[in-house]
């Protein structure tokens, strides 16, 4: 787990904690030529189930919904809602990455073991890096509302997760991301929330790798960060495009850009972290997911990356004997 920037900038719009959509980036594949967007097509079609953020999974009489989300807040969920609503109330359930209780359990944690975020005995970042990078590093952090005398006792792979967000979105306001819309929605209607996973399982993936490779995951951060805003405008307006898949095979193009960087590089580094935080999750979401079938529909809701893919959820699904079918809003009854 050397730089992994790009995907944490992927994984940080689509995957990790919610944020506030309040940015101006220039969407780097709609400026893309003509030839290069078309290999990213041919790459991105290459997998099952490329595009489609919505979609039925059906064997015998269980139905499942499935909604793949953006952890960020973004008015354009306000219409998304409106679709949504009657299939989430038409279910027995809600299935998420983290419901309520886990989201409780998170803070408390943090609350209780500050060491999680914080290296409270080891060296600082100053006395890790380079000054001239340090000082950058400082500037960026600080942009992003976090003073530097704060960000020097950070684990280096919590700022190189912060870093691959833009400031924008750092300081824009109370998140609202689809999955906590969905959360409430659920909540106010009486219909049960439950968790696809513990609190900390994509926590733990972040804390992987020594010490010395996280910092260089931090250079790798750095390097990249005055792009920031560019590839968060870049994943959302695929997002709702419904074409994440094309977001992923685009960083994976983007990533060779960055100093340090190759191609073989980034393959290894991309196909570590898929392998970690989306295909070993894929897996262990599934049984979930059937038990909770089982007892009723269920409508279940995740990181949008989770869906495309040999590994992907409805590749697994079907795999267990799942007609998987895409839902447009055009067949979803109004409310």
Same mark, same amino acid.
């Given at each position: 787990?050397?730089?992994?920037?790009?995907?944490?900038?992927?994984?940080?719009?689509?995957?990790?904690?919610?944020?506030?959509?309040?940015?101006?980036?220039?969407?780097?594949?709609?400026?893309?030529?003509?030839?290069?967007?078309?290999?990213?097509?041919?790459?991105? =079609?290459?997998?099952?189930?490329?595009?489609?953020?919505?979609?039925?999974? &059906?064997?015998? =009489?269980?139905?499942?919904?499935?909604?793949?989300?953006?952890?960020?807040?973004?008015?354009?969920?306000?219409?998304?809602?409106?679709?949504?609503?009657?299939?989430?109330? !038409?279910?027995?359930?809600?299935?998420?990455?983290? !419901?309520?209780?886990?989201?409780?359990?998170?803070?408390?944690?943090?609350?209780?073991?500050?060491?999680?975020?914080?290296?409270?005995?080891?060296?600082?970042?100053?006395?890790?890096?380079?000054?001239?990078?340090?000082?950058?590093?400082?500037?960026?952090?600080?942009?992003?509302?976090?003073?530097?005398?704060?960000?020097?006792?950070?684990?280096?792979?919590?700022?190189?997760?912060?870093?691959?967000?833009?400031?924008?979105?750092?300081?824009?306001?109370?998140?609202?991301?689809?999955?906590?819309?969905?959360?409430?929605?659920?909540?106010?209607?009486?219909?049960?929330?439950?968790?696809?996973?513990?609190? =900390?399982?994509?926590?733990?993936?972040?804390? =992987?790798?020594?010490?010395?490779?996280?910092?260089?995951?931090? &250079?790798?951060?750095?390097?990249?960060? @005055?792009?920031?805003?560019?590839?968060?405008?870049?994943?959302?307006?695929?997002?709702?495009?419904?074409?994440?898949?094309?977001?992923?095979?685009?960083?994976?193009?983007?990533?060779?850009?960055?100093?340090?960087?190759?191609?073989?590089?980034?393959?290894?580094?991309?196909?570590?972290?898929?392998?970690?935080?989306?295909?070993?999750?894929?897996?262990?979401?599934?049984?979930?997911?059937?038990?909770?079938?089982?007892?009723?529909?269920?409508?279940?809701?995740?990181?949008? /990356?989770? /869906?495309?893919?040999?590994?992907?959820?409805? @590749?697994?699904?079907?795999?267990?004997?799942?007609?998987?079918?895409?839902?447009?809003?055009?067949?979803?009854? @109004?409310?």
């Amino acid at each position: 787990m050397r730089r992994l920037l790009p995907f944490l900038c992927l994984a940080s719009v689509l995957l990790a904690p919610s944020l506030h959509a309040q940015c101006n980036g220039q969407d780097l594949i709609a400026a893309l030529p003509p030839a290069e967007l078309a290999d990213l097509r041919a790459r991105a =079609d290459a997998v099952p189930f490329a595009t489609g953020n919505l979609w039925r999974a &059906t064997r015998g =009489d269980q139905t499942i919904i499935l909604a793949g989300t953006l952890h960020l807040d973004d008015p354009r969920f306000d219409a998304l809602m409106t679709t949504l609503a009657p299939l989430v109330l !038409g279910s027995d359930l809600l299935l998420v990455e983290a !419901g309520p209780q886990e989201q409780r359990q998170l803070t408390l944690r943090l609350s209780q073991d500050p060491s999680l975020l914080i290296n409270t005995d080891g060296p600082t970042l100053p006395e890790l890096m380079p000054k001239p990078d340090w000082q950058r590093l400082s500037a960026a952090m600080s942009a992003r509302g976090v003073p530097g005398f704060m960000a020097a006792k950070f684990r280096p792979w919590y700022v190189s997760m912060l870093l691959s967000l833009p400031p924008c979105a750092m300081t824009a306001g109370i998140p609202n991301g689809l999955d906590q819309r969905l959360m409430a929605l659920a909540q106010d209607n009486d219909l049960p929330v439950q968790a696809l996973e513990p609190y =900390d399982t994509a926590f733990k993936v972040f804390q =992987d790798g020594s010490l010395d490779e996280q910092v260089k995951m931090l &250079t790798g951060a750095l390097a990249a960060e @005055a792009q920031s805003e560019d590839m968060s405008a870049t994943m959302i307006n695929a997002y709702f495009a419904e074409d994440t898949r094309l977001s992923w095979e685009f960083t994976k193009v983007w990533t060779r850009s960055i100093p340090g960087y190759d191609q073989a590089t980034a393959e290894a580094e991309f196909a570590m972290l898929e392998n970690n935080l989306m295909i070993g999750r894929n897996v262990a979401w599934i049984p979930v997911i059937e038990a909770a079938a089982q007892k009723g529909p269920v409508f279940v809701a995740f990181g949008a /990356l989770h /869906l495309a893919g040999d590994q992907g959820v409805l @590749a697994l699904l079907r795999g267990q004997g799942f007609a998987i079918e895409r839902i447009t809003s055009a067949e979803v009854p @109004a409310p």
